[in-house]
Each structure stands twice: as C-alpha cells, then as structure tokens.
C-alpha cells in the first residue's frame, strides 16, 4: 500500500475562506515532506516543504504544518482564490543519503473555490 | 530562465511498440527524475539519475529504462508497450540528490497506448 495518503479526495471552501488540506505518512524514516499544486493538464508545482526537524514552516499564502508524533501533515492556504483550484499532493521522502528511494506521493486533495 | 521541458506533449502508440521520452532539466540541475501518473493518481517514483548515474529505481520491470546525458538531459525509454503503460510521464529536476532538495516537475508527456 502507499505510505503517504490523504484523507479528503475533495474540498470544497468558498473564495476568501482559509482551507486546510491533510495528509497522513506512515513511513517514520521520512524526513522530508513537500506540498506540490497540480493544475489540469499541468505538471505537479512546488508549494511548500517542511524538513523533519521543524513542526511549522510559512510561505506566502500558505503554512505547512508536521506533526511526527502521529505522522500527519497539513497544508492551510489562507484567503483562497479561485486559482487556487487544483489537485494537491503531498509527497515524503526518507533521505538515505543517496536519495534512492524517490518521493512517495498520495492520491491527491482536490481543491474546489466556490465564489 | 526555462523550466524543465519535455518532449513529446503528446503521443499515441501501439501495444508492443517501444517509446522514447526526452527531459531537459534547469539549467545548473544535475539530477533528473522521472515519473509516472496514472489519471487520477499520484506521481509514481521510476527512476532518478545523478551526475550521469543511476541512484535510484522504483517498482517498475526491466522494460523501463533509462540514461543520463553529459549536459545532464535524460530520456525514458519503455519496451514493449502495454496498455497500462498510458499515463502521464514527469521528469524532475533538482540540483542535488532527490531528498536534500526542492524538485521541479515539467509538463510531463501523455502516452496512450493502445
């Protein structure tokens, strides 16, 4: 099975409202996690990552949130807009050292702004 | 400055064809990725090169292969082609080995085959 899931296949928030998107990870040697944005017809955008050393990380619009103890990850986007709506992923990766094993994304959120 | 590219966008082949994918990474990126995303589905990790050589490689059988060039472009290449071979293939690029960096997807190609 994936190691890295979400728990919503659809969110629906109305424009200006803030959204959070959860992801739960069941691999405890993932020690980087990323949010990435896929657009229709679009290759995956970085948003965000967090290292496992840190619980909360900010950028514009948008914090990550990690949680180690229970293996869950959150993304709030603060005042949606409508081009906010897309598919996101989270995607975890356990550094080896030799970065062997690839990112390990989930099914995926998608995002619906209603006006 | 331009992102990763591939190319095709788009191509159509047959069952038992075989396929080439080509990715050219961000300038100054030594480390292309490669994807597979099936609709509705996340990226699936294939394979990832480094400075010419492959690091890592996922679940995927010996028909997908692929290599690394010296001005760190790449290609994918699939034998044998099924119809569960359609899906959308991501190249990403990094500057550093997958996992101690920010990765950079391009467009992707859509294969279908049928």
């Known amino acids: 099975g994936e190691s890295v899931g979400l728990h919503l296949p659809t969110l629906s928030v109305q424009e200006g409202d803030n959204s959070i998107i959860n992801c739960a990870y069941s691999?405890?040697?993932?020690?980087?996690f990323i949010w990435y944005k896929q657009e229709s017809g679009k290759g995956p955008q970085f948003i965000i990552d967090?290292?496992?050393?840190?619980d909360k990380r900010q950028g514009q619009r948008v914090t990550v949130l990690l949680n180690k103890t229970v293996k869950h990850l959150s993304l709030q986007i603060a005042a949606t807009q409508p081009g906010d709506s897309a598919v996101y992923f989270c995607?975890?990766?356990?550094?080896?050292?030799?970065?062997?094993?690839?990112?390990?994304f989930g099914k995926g959120t998608h995002l619906i702004i209603q006006p | 400055d331009a992102g990763v590219t591939q190319s095709p966008t788009h191509l159509i082949k047959t069952r038992g064809q075989h396929v080439t994918l080509r990715c050219s990474p961000i300038s100054g990126h030594k480390s292309v990725s490669w994807y597979q995303q099936v609709l509705g589905q996340g990226p699936q990790f294939i394979f990832q090169y480094y400075e010419k050589e492959e690091r890592g490689r996922g679940n995927f059988p010996d028909r997908f292969s692929a290599r690394q060039f010296p001005n760190y472009s790449s290609e994918l290449n699939v034998n044998a082609l099924l119809l569960g071979d359609s899906a959308l293939y991501l190249c990403a690029s990094s500057l550093v080995v997958q996992g101690a960096g920010e990765q950079y997807f391009g467009p992707g190609t859509r294969l279908t085959v049928t």
């Open positions: 691999n405890s040697a993932s020690d980087y």
């Open positions: 967090i290292r496992s050393n840190m």
């Open positions: 995607a975890e990766n356990a550094y080896s050292g030799g970065g062997a094993d690839g990112l390990t």
